[in-house]
């Protein structure tokens, strides 16, 4: 079992900049596929990027590809979510995830391990 933590959410202006951390703890980070998540009032959680476990291949959504890059370090048991250019539809509570595998998912039933998630708001 995997507990994570995000932090780093907060208020930004649109074409600003957030970097959001998921500590994990528990099990071997580096045995989970990590996704990040976000999930905005009335909306389905939805996919925003992904991770395999050394790093070795990442996944985007269109929506966020060329402005986002997710990144892990498993020393620190940390993953990254380094947010640039952002857009107003870009606000939501993020979620970081976690899956015991080799390869990425987008759909979040897929993920076994949640994190509480952390607001990020962007003002235009």
């Known amino acids: 079992q995997v507990q994570l933590v995000e932090s780093g959410g907060g208020l930004a202006q649109t074409g600003g900049s957030l970097r959001l951390s998921c500590v994990a703890s528990g099990r071997t980070f580096d045995s989970y596929t990590m996704g990040w998540f976000r999930q905005a009032p009335g909306t389905e959680r939805e996919f925003v990027a992904g991770?395999?476990?050394?790093?070795?291949?990442?996944v985007y959504a269109d929506s966020v590809k060329g402005r986002f890059t997710i990144s892990r370090d498993n020393a620190k048991n940390t993953l990254y979510l380094q947010m640039n250019s952002l857009k107003p539809e870009d606000a939501a509570v993020y979620y970081c995830?976690?899956?015991?595998?080799?390869?990425?998912?987008?759909?979040?039933?897929?993920?076994?391990?949640w994190g509480q998630g952390t607001q990020v708001t962007v003002s235009s």
């Open positions: 991770i395999t476990r050394i790093g070795g291949s990442t």
């Open positions: 995830a976690a899956k015991e595998s080799m390869s990425v998912f987008r759909a979040p039933t897929i993920y076994d391990y």
